[in-house]
């Protein structure tokens, strides 16, 4: 549909060319993203069996990367749903460590954040709507129980099918089995 091929490199546009950006500059969101990585990180290193990296740096480039990737492959419309759903897996944490409004005390820096954080959550609205848009097309587990329902239907008519022939078999040779004792 048309709407799909103008509407995802729209979406897509502000996290391939945030991504770019952070990339090429990535100190600068270094700041913003220590505590949420530091917090990530406790938590991951409570519950996993191996030990993550605590390179802020490193974390904001892998999430620049994730950006500009699924973010050129959504744009594409190549695995839009994968990509979305990827693309909505970065924006969280982002906004989180990007868009702090409540932290500040000046009205005019906390309405400049708060409006970054609600343009996210808009951004993130409509990542969710693409992570589940099936194109029209039925989904792969309407697909799945379509399949196994017809597959019951079949083996249900397969068994009554056998039944009636059992049936049919087993009286005639009931008949046989009379004439021969009579």
Same mark, same amino acid.
């Given at each position: ?74 744009? =594409?419309?190549? %695995?839009?749903?994968?990509?979305? +759903? &990827?693309?909505?897996?970065? !924006? ?5 460590? $990007? ?14 954040? =708060?409006?970054? %954080?609600?343009?996210?959550?808009? +951004? &993130?609205?409509?990542?969710? !709507? ?5 194109? $029209? ?46």
């Amino acid at each position: 549909m048309l709407v799909r091929r103008i509407a995802r490199p729209l979406l897509a546009s502000s996290f391939i060319y945030g991504g770019i950006d952070t990339l090429r500059n990535p100190q600068s969101r270094v700041p913003g993203a220590t505590p949420i990585v530091e917090q990530i990180t406790e938590v991951a290193d409570r519950q996993l069996p191996v030990q993550i990296s605590k390179d802020v740096e490193q974390w904001v480039k892998i999430d620049a990367a994730v950006k500009v990737g699924a973010g050129s492959l959504f744009a =594409l419309g190549k %695995f839009p749903r994968l990509s979305a +759903l &990827l693309l909505t897996g970065s !924006i969280v944490p982002t906004t989180l460590a $990007g868009h702090r409004f409540w932290e500040h005390d000046d009205p005019q820096e906390r309405f400049g954040q =708060l409006s970054h %954080f609600l343009k996210n959550l808009g +951004l &993130l609205g409509g990542l969710l !709507i693409a992570a589940v848009d099936t194109e $029209g097309k039925p989904s792969v587990g309407f697909r799945a129980k379509r399949t196994a329902e017809r597959a019951v239907a079949g083996a249900e008519a397969s068994y009554e099918k056998a039944s009636k022939k059992a049936a049919k078999a087993q009286k005639k040779a009931a008949k046989q089995a009379k004439k021969i004792t009579s």
